[in-house]
């Protein structure tokens, strides 16, 4: 389906230019635009967009602001903030408030069509996480052959994904298995899609009584490993299927660029991994084997 979204911003021009970026390069629909921050906020309820960018300073009442309001609501609308603004403080406010992206100005056409792109895919994942809460939920009435056929080939495509990452070898590829069979367990039995890492390590540092520690340094060095094999794919071949593939849905894609600026001797700074979008992907690429 389509993504529909809202543009909110004082200025015509910059309505006009994210319009046109965004209708050209086949990104979704422009379903409604506003100038103001007051009345935007009655705009945005009713129409409902996928996708709201919207200006920090507006008329009426800031972006900040907006968006705060708007978060309690649970709208299911994503937000990404637009700005000259350079503050770190500020900025940090924004995020704050519930956006997912914050994009300066003046804008950048590339950097527009990256971030709607890296919401939509991460929107997919939520609406897939849903899925699996859904269904997971049934498996107690399955035929128990059915059940295992699913998860065998649930299995093999994680694992398939980690012999395409070069990982197969490390120490910490069990212990990715094992966080991903305890969230889907987990959510099997509350239906509850959020999570945080610390309390899984606890759970799996039981489990296999082992520190909670050790257990999270393996599978992040499992997983800086295959961001290093991936990047490696990507310096000698950009086209590189694989690299094409898993640098956006595994990784932040900045991060991707600023281990190959490293690699390429442009800087003295590794790029670095997000364990729970880096989870969040492998479970996806397994429910569309399923």
Known sequence: MELRL???????????MLRRIIEDTGLGIVVTECSDGILAEEVLRVSLPDIALIDMLLPGQDGVELITRLSTERLNISYIMISQVNSEPMIT??????????IHKPINVLEVRSVINKIKESRKLRQFMSYVHQTTSQFTGQNPSAKVD??????????RTFSDLGIIGEAGVKDIYALIELICANQ???????YQLNELYG???????????????????????AMQNLV???????YNEKFQNYSSSLF????????ISFVNGKSNYHGKINVKKFIQGIIFIAGQAG
């Open 6 to 16: 809202a543009i909110v911003d004082d200025d015509i021009s910059i309505r006009k």
């Open 93 to 102: 406010r924004a995020y704050e408030s519930g956006i997912e992206f914050f």
């Open 150 to 159: 699913g998860e065998n080939k649930h299995k093999s495509a994680i694992y």
């Open 188 to 194: 099997r039995q509350d239906n509850e899609s959020t």
């Open 203 to 225: 759970q799996l540092s039981q489990k296999l009584n082992q520190d909670a520690k050790a257990i999270e340094q393996r599978i992040r060095r499992t997983i800086t490993k």
């Open 232 to 238: 490696n794919l990507g310096v000698e071949d950009y």
């Open 252 to 259: 932040d894609f900045k991060e991707v660029r600023q281990e």
